[in-house]
């Protein structure tokens, strides 16, 4: 698609971001670029790589990488149980399951094809598959020119680093607002506004310091508890409001209560 840029904007664009689809593998994407581009280090020909439909079965019927993707609906999981699956090919088992099995490395990345079958019957076909060049014409144009896009340099979000004494800049009050959903603070009517209104950026940095031990202390004592990988840890907020001498004095700064 084609957009007509006014003259008055031309010389204040200077970077255009494109944005693809998440959680896909280069193969995925661009692997198929290599015939347009021999020098990309993707896929030959829809012989040269495959899943077995059962990853322990020697005899299982192969499903081969194409070039007949479009939209993966539904996805294939992306829980830590499916991507271990996927990656080495066999079901994780959480306490039992090692991490990096042994004797296994690389990863034979063979278990994508019996996954997508576990979400959904004749679903291995689909995940196999990757985009043609002109099904990623962004990339297709960039391929054929032999370039990729240039990346800009760094910008700061300030023109000067932060002082510490200086108040919270918008963004980072949405840090702090963000960090108060670790300690409970999210559940006091000082959230989210009059959380941050007075905080300086020493204070901010202090408080997300703070908040993340305060999680991290509940994290462990769910794992004492006997908790499994899938618990969501919360933390009420007469607990947050324990995390320190600092986080308290603060929260009676804030709204001015004792």
């Not at 991490?99 to 990863?107: A, D, F, H, Q, Y």
């Not at 994508?112 to 598959?129: D, H, I, L, P, Y």
């Not at 896009?149 to 760094?154: A, M, R, T, W």
């Not at 108060?180 to 204070?203: C, R, S």
Request: charged residues 20%; glycine residues 6%.
């Amino acid at each position: 698609m084609a957009l007509e840029i006014s003259p008055a904007w031309s010389d204040r664009i200077k970077t255009v971001v494109v944005l693809v689809q998440e959680n896909r593998s280069f193969d995925h994407m661009l692997g198929w670029m290599k015939s347009i581009n021999p020098a990309i280090d993707g896929i030959s020909n829809d012989r040269e790589h495959s899943n077995p439909l059962s990853a322990d079965d020697l005899s299982s019927r192969l499903v081969y990488f194409g070039d007949r993707s479009e939209y993966v609906d539904p996805d294939p999981g992306h829980s830590i149980q499916a991507i271990y699956e996927q990656v080495y090919g066999m079901p994780f088992a959480a306490g039992s399951t090692p991490i990096t099995p042994l004797g296994v490395r690389p990863p034979p990345m063979n278990g994508f094809a019996q996954q997508a079958e576990k979400e959904k019957a004749g679903m291995s076909s689909t995940v196999m598959n990757g985009f043609r060049p002109a099904a990623v014409p962004v990339a297709h144009t960039h391929n054929t020119e032999n370039r990729l896009p240039s990346l800009p340099e760094p910008t700061k979000l300030r023109p000067i680093d932060a002082e510490e004494g200086a108040k919270l800049s918008e963004f980072q009050m949405e840090l702090v607002q963000l960090g108060a959903t670790l300690n409970g603070d999210h559940a006091k009517d000082t959230y989210p506004h009059k959380l941050v209104e007075k905080m300086t950026v020493a204070e901010g940095a202090q408080y997300l310091q703070s908040d993340f031990e305060t999680f991290l202390e509940e994290c462990e004592n769910c794992r004492k508890k006997g908790a499994s990988g899938s618990h969501v840890v919360t933390v009420n907020p007469a607990k947050g409001s324990k995390r320190s001498l600092f986080g308290k004095m603060f929260s009676c700064l804030a709204c001015n209560q004792s």
